[in-house]
């Protein structure tokens, strides 16, 4: 995986000394709260509603077993012994102490990792497939693409103050496993009919209060043009995007407003003028780049032969694997979702393991999922059940992967100040509940995803089954949204109409479930089921 | 009522007005009445506290003052899903108060 530079070490270093700085600023006094607010969101750290919240960038998901490590160490030594991972390949730490700040970024900096770019207007920390240089299905690893944006959007003096937030994903495989079209920019790797490798653009998609699917913009950007492109896309927003209206300033509302074809059009305008100045990086550097995402020394001639006598063992390979792109690998997925657990949290103690775990069984390197999970990229198959003993002794072993109880849920009102209803409870109660009446396992694939409030960090639009809390008349009310779907078949849930209470809506989850049992046909999932059949059977069940 | 709620600067912890300081238990709140602008503007500058606002509040059935909505609750109490960390980590019930 990349490693810093002597540039990216200093610019880090600087960083952290700077913050250090505007924050013996803060408490001295010297600086107001309305001038150090940016200083402090532009270092990933918010004021949340227990305390400090801060947000760490993991680029692309990418972990080394050191940087793990440090981040089990961060929660025992400056936090209250755990993290939260989140749906950005991120982890949040809830109980900071702003005095304790800039000690946490230069232990973060120590280890190559950073809190910038993880809040404010400006292009987020980029994401990707998790299983990215792992996964057979992949045309290339987009990781050194992901890189390679990351270094062009770090400190950008043109897209520092953006309209709004700004995200990218970066995929190369007609799965898609990063929500892809649901970002400001969605770029799949794709091969051209002259057997070339280049970038489909999709531009303008996003959740939040008005979830978009990026439509196609340009079907083929060749990789040595992969920079400039993106950065005509930015220009055209930077310039029109609607700073009037915080509501309407992401870029899915300037593409919808001007047309996907008018949008593109002016981008090949300004892509067209890019191009005659020379922006994009030298190959060498690319080239550079790459080198740090070769693969590890895969071993050849491995055995594909599983031992399943074992059925826990037998069930979790069946569910929490992956097809890996040499044989006698493959990827494991650590479930973050127990029964009746909180999703994404991690304890200090199970994030030190799963560094060592991430040095001993994957070469050195894991994974953070949006679906907050964490994935070891190459696990040998004849290694996969000393693995998953040491998982299941640390409570990890969870066999659910895209099951209804790997729920995605946002930190909601136990910990985020702009939420409107708890989240966590809600996943909760639905976890034990799935687990109670015994059936989780007959449902096969059900992505359900929770948001806290319309911002919809939970991807409530984009669950099989979506829940939204919202706030009535001062109470916890949550709608069911159903049919949305993060993946290559991108789709928008739909309300099902009036909301629930907190059990209410626990009710009414099951209640979907059994219709979709008793409609599905052969090799149907619940998505498939509701996008043959429709809202009416599942509105009749819930309101009838 | 109206109260006064903040974060202190240092620690971030969430903190109630008492009339003459600051505290971490929304028991010990007291109603500034029309004061509110006032004390929050020169506690602010003491940086006593940080980001302080004005919220409604009533008084319980045990006349303990108990936040109107139920954001000012969680922050008075913690997170309702980890017990352990609330102020109150050996009275489970007091979740019932948050909701
Ligand atoms: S969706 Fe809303 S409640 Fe949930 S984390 Fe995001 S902003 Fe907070």
Redesign the interface.
Known sequence: MYKYDQYDQAMVDARVEEFRDQTRRRLEGTLAEEHFRPLRLQNGLYLQLHAYMLRVAVPYGTLNSAQMHALGDIADKYDRGYGHFTTRQNIQYNWIKLEDAPDILADLAKVEMHAIQTSGNCIRNISSDHYAGAAADELIDPRPYAELLRQWSSFHPEFLALPRKFKIAVIASETDRAAMRLHDIGIRMVKNDAGEIGCAFYVGGGMGRTPMIGPLIRDFVPLDQLITYSEACLRVYNRYGRRDNKYKARIKILVHELGADEYARQVEEEFALLLDQGIEPPLAELERIKAYFADPDFKSGLTEELDRSDPDFALWVDRNTHAHKVPGYVSATISLKPTGGIPGDASADQIRLMAALTREYSFDECRVTHAQNIVLPHVEIGRLHELWSKLEEAGLGTPNLDQIDDIIACPGLDYCSLANARSIPVAQKISERFAANGKAGELGQLKLKISGCINACGHHHAGHIGILGVDRKGKENYQLLLGGCEAEDTSLGKITGPGFDEDGIVDAVEKATDVYLSNREDGERFLDTYRRIGMDPFKEALYG | MKILTG?D??????IWWTGRDWSIHVEDAVDVGDKADEIMGRE?AA?RV??PYAIDAELDADGKVRP????DR??AL?????PD?TLKPAEPEALNWVI
């Open positions: 974060n600067l240092k620690s971030g912890a969430v602010e940086r940080n980001v109107a909505h139920i954001k969680v922050r913690g997170p309702t899903v980890r960390l």
